[in-house]
């Protein structure tokens, strides 16, 4: 089992990135960085500009980690979002927000996408 913090969320994203790209998601970015926050994963699927976010839960503790994605993460991720656009000239384009969950609490990591998990 994977110990450290930074080392899990990666391979977090590995796994979700996978799961993605054998769903039809064209990864794009990965980490991407604005001035008001970082959004995981940054996807193409079909005509639609896929913002990702990844939670993870190596056990039951805090919660499920659909649970984590609150109003203010939400928010944090739109404003990412928007800056991308405007950023890369795509305010015209579909855009949609997923959460690809990965729990890790029974030892083999099960990982679930939801599409239009939320609305900027």
Known sequence: MIQD???LGQAGEALAAEAL????????TRN?????????LIARH????VFIE?????????????EAITGTKR?????????????HGSLDMKVRFDVVTIDFTRGQ?????IPGAFEA
Do not use: H, M, W
């Open 5 to 7: 913090r930074r080392q």
């Open 21 to 28: 790209k054998n769903r039809g998601y064209k990864i794009l």
């Open 32 to 40: 991407y960085r604005a001035p008001c926050g970082e959004i995981d």
């Open 46 to 49: 079909g005509d639609t500009l």
């Open 54 to 66: 990844v939670k993870l839960r190596r056990s039951g503790t805090y919660g499920a980690a659909s």
């Open 75 to 87: 928010r944090r991720i739109s404003r990412s979002a928007q800056f991308y656009l405007r950023k």
């Open 109 to 113: 990591p099960e990982v679930d996408i």
